[in-house]
Nanobody, 127 residues
Framework: QVQLVESGGGLVQTGGSLRLSCAAS????????MGWFRQAPGKEREFLAA???????????LYADSVKGRFTISRDNAKNTVYLQMINLKPEDTAVYYC?????????????????WGQGTQVTVSS
């Protein structure tokens, strides 16, 4: 059974940094698409970043324009863990952040394309 568990959220001041982790279990995820989304109160779930890896092409990443240059997605295949490094955080980054996984969602920015989700971790950026 696939399980995703996020950690690393918390309260940070404007301009601060956080690194979120997503520990995956239940299978090998090395060639799956791993993504990060967030959802603020009253808003739809928003795509942030995705990463996939293959032995032939290597690692590929995709970012939303709103976070490009500030957020970095990475993975440690040996630990089955995906990370989201966030810098220069702003109050509008306040949301619940979710990790997602899917074998075929590469290229999609839609939450509907991802089959597996973590429970979310709260990130609050104070002004």
């Amino acid at each position: 059974q696939v399980q995703l568990v996020e950690s690393g959220g918390g309260l940070v001041q404007t301009g601060g940094s956080l690194r979120l982790s997503c520990a995956a279990s239940g299978r090998t995820f090395s060639n799956w698409v791993m993504g990060w989304f967030r959802q603020a109160p009253g808003k739809e779930r928003e795509f942030l970043a995705a990463l996939t890896w293959s032995g032939w092409i290597g690692s590929r990443t995709l970012y939303a324009d709103s976070v490009k240059g500030r957020f970095t997605i990475s993975r440690d295949n040996a630990k089955n863990t995906v990370y989201l490094q966030m810098i220069n955080l702003k109050p509008e980054d306040t949301a619940v952040y979710y990790c997602a996984a899917d074998p075929t969602a590469w290229g999609s920015r839609s939450a509907d394309e991802y089959d597996f989700w973590g429970q979310g971790t709260q990130v609050t950026v104070s002004s």
